[in-house]
Nanobody
Framework: QVQPVESGGGLVQAGDSLRLSCATS?????????IGWFRQGPGKDREFVAA????????SYADSVRGRFTISRDNAKTTVSLQMNSLKPEDTAVYYC???????????????????WGPGTQVTVSS
């Protein structure tokens, strides 16, 4: 497997919850193996959402989602989930799962730090 694969996107109402999953490539023994979630809304640049270091379980969140979204890992399945609560219309975007290795903490929110990207899954939040 070269790329991670996302699943779980869909159409929901504002205030609803949605859980996204990322099936990773399983590079769990690599130094600072990190899985990040990014999103890109219509006419917008791609932005960081959340990330987790596989080994240390260190997590990072964008200010816009902190307190609403939770990123976690499932070691047995080598998957990473993004639980999204209290969804807002501005959360509407294509959500991408990305993988990287050797990422220092200060660079964890930078898209350029990640070498492997999934095809994305659409999340639409209606008002």
């Amino acid at each position: 497997q070269v790329q991670p694969v996302e699943s779980g996107g869909g159409l929901v109402q504002a205030g609803d919850s949605l859980r996204l999953s990322c099936a990773t490539s399983g590079r769990t023994s690599s130094s600072h193996y990190t899985i990040g979630w990014f999103r890109q809304g219509p006419g917008k640049d791609r932005e960081f959402v959340a990330a987790i270091r596989w080994s240390s379980r260190t997590t990072s969140y964008a200010d816009s989602v902190r307190g609403r979204f939770t990123i976690s890992r499932d070691n047995a399945k080598t998957t990473v989930s993004l639980q999204m609560n209290s969804l807002k219309p501005e959360d509407t975007a294509v959500y991408y799962c990305a993988e990287g290795t050797g990422i220092i903490l200060s660079s964890i929110s930078r898209a350029a730090s990640y070498a492997y990207w999934g095809p994305g899954t659409q999340v639409t939040v209606s008002s």
